[in-house]
């Protein structure tokens, strides 16, 4: 491959439960994301991206390694599991052997906490993080840089901490932010950011792995992003003919749980202060593309924008992540090469580009790299999206970037199977043998499950014939003479990343 006279710096922005619906540049009814509809218009927009184990630990996996969850083993959330001895591999790791200077700002939600993994420094802020505050006794500077410097701010008191106003980090409880708003998360990240672009190495090219917690739980963005929300129009619960699927997971006034009735007011409150976070992060992300013009970097740093997994905010009455629908598994990516932005700048005011093949976090890794002219190291099984920015993407006759895609996790008590090609959804959960199948095209809502309608058995035949193909030979035994077998044990992680992780001790 040849390598480009000049290197590009990368920025890889990721936020934390963002759902793909939700850009002004998709056609949101009610978000503001105006600076991210102009990189959508500078670069391309994917619209039918996923997360296919859409949580924090499996998701990051992906993103970090390039890799599907069948190759890096982690198909539930499972905290506590040594990064560096499950996963040598990663997209930080790969641009440091390649000479740039590489660094972290915000969640890496990782083991160690303080783990590098191929970044020459790491800025952190994970969020609540349940295991790390045990292990630690919420001594925060051993796995957190913005409580201690939270400390240090005039008018703070020295024990203030993540939970000081009560909003819990899984709540659909919403309040606006109790303190200045130069103190939030979300403006502590974008500060770290502008502050490093002075300490970064000016002989080298750059990769920054810049990471919002928000919009994630606590809802609670400053007083005027949560305020111009408040007045939309009242909430409705999108239904399902499905739900009684799940019933027995079912709580009903639990403001942490991931399915329950709750009252239509407070899913109202949530979803203005989810979408304030937005909006928040929104001006952050200008702040931070203002600042590469001042540095003089805007024309050769290619910026990629995407999420670790969704929110399902109230869709069939669920809340969370984890979930194959696509409230929970569908994410934003867009990707914009600035040394190709003055070119497209006239096309790019009117009509930004838009792919609707399936892609997924694993291809995030591959496309940066080729973007950049490092090699794609072998363990990727992600595919490189990088000729759609160069024009592939314009190609009528093209073959797709994938057939479908297979995403899972463990999550009620079953590991949930699911495959898409992004006109159609199969799901089927191995506790039960529970299936329902979606027509996308036709219902994007997902509320009239087709799986055991007599015009469709054909249809939902096949889709299940390719999740058995999919799934013969795991070793949890999903698959016995040629037929799905509900009932059979699940785990959170594969045993080859077990033997992976016991042969490195």
């Known amino acids: 491959m040849n390598r480009p006279t000049k290197q590009k710096n990368v920025i890889l922005i990721c936020v934390d439960e963002w759902r793909g619906d939700c850009l002004g540049a998709a056609g949101h009814p009610h978000v503001q994301t105006p600076h991210l509809d102009q990189l959508a218009r500078e670069g391309v927009r994917f619209d039918r991206a996923y997360s296919a184990t859409p949580t924090c630990v499996p998701a990051r996996v992906a993103l970090f390694t390039g890799q599907s969850q069948e190759r890096h083993g982690r198909v539930g959330y499972q905290e506590g599991v040594d990064f560096n001895a499950a996963h040598p591999v990663t997209i930080q790791g790969e641009f440091k052997k390649a000479g740039y200077h590489t660094q972290a700002i915000g969640k890496m939600h990782v083991y160690p906490e303080r783990a590098r993994l191929g970044f020459d420094d790491v800025v952190l802020h994970d969020g609540y993080l349940h295991y790390a505050r045990k292990k630690f006794k919420q001594q925060f500077a051993f796995f957190d840089d913005y409580v201690p410097w939270l400390r240090r701010q005039p008018g703070v008191a020295p024990d203030e901490e993540y939970f000081g106003n009560g909003v819990n980090c899984n709540s659909v409880m919403a309040r606006p932010w109790d303190k200045d708003e130069r103190l939030h998360p979300t403006s502590w990240v974008g500060t770290q950011a502008v502050e490093w672009m002075y300490r970064r190495d000016p002989s080298k090219p750059f990769f920054l792995y810049l990471s919002f917690h928000r919009p994630h739980p606590p809802y609670d963005p400053p007083a005027w992003a949560y305020n111009q929300y408040l007045n939309l129009p009242d909430y409705k619960a999108v239904g399902g003919d499905w739900e009684d699927d799940w019933d027995e997971f079912r709580k009903d006034g639990d403001y942490q749980a991931a399915y329950g009735h709750l009252p239509n007011e407070v899913v109202h409150r949530a979803r203005a202060g989810y979408y304030g976070l937005m909006t928040q992060i929104d001006l952050q992300i200008n702040r931070i593309r203002e600042s590469l013009a001042d540095f003089g970097l805007d024309e050769d740093t290619v910026i990629a924008f995407t999420s670790d997994h969704g929110e399902l905010m109230g869709d069939h009455h669920m809340f969370r992540k984890a979930l194959p629908y696509e409230g929970s598994a569908r994410i934003p990516l867009v990707i914009a090469d600035s040394a190709d932005a003055t070119r497209k700048a006239a096309a790019s005011r009117v009509q930004h580009t838009v792919v609707s093949d399936v892609v997924e976090l694993r291809d995030v890794m591959p496309t940066l790299l080729d973007l950049a002219g490092v090699p794609v190291p072998d363990t990727c099984d992600g595919v490189s999206l990088a000729p759609l920015l160069r024009g592939a993407a314009s190609d009528p006759e093209r073959p797709p970037v994938r057939e479908f895609l297979h995403g899972e996790h463990v999550y009620f008590g079953q590991n949930i199977h699911w495959l898409t090609d992004g006109k159609v959804k199969y799901i089927w959960g191995s506790g039960k043998g529970t299936e329902q199948f979606f027509d996308l095209a036709q219902d994007p809502q997902e509320q009239r499950n ?51 992780i016991a042969a490195s001790q």
């Open 450 to 500: 087709l799986a055991k309608e007599p015009e469709h058995q054909t249809t939902v035949a096949a889709w299940r014939q390719r999740l058995i193909t999919v799934l013969v030979g795991r070793e949890e035994g999903f698959v016995r003479d040629g037929q799905l077998i509900p009932g059979a044990p699940v785990v959170s992680m594969l045993s080859h990343t077990r033997e992976k």
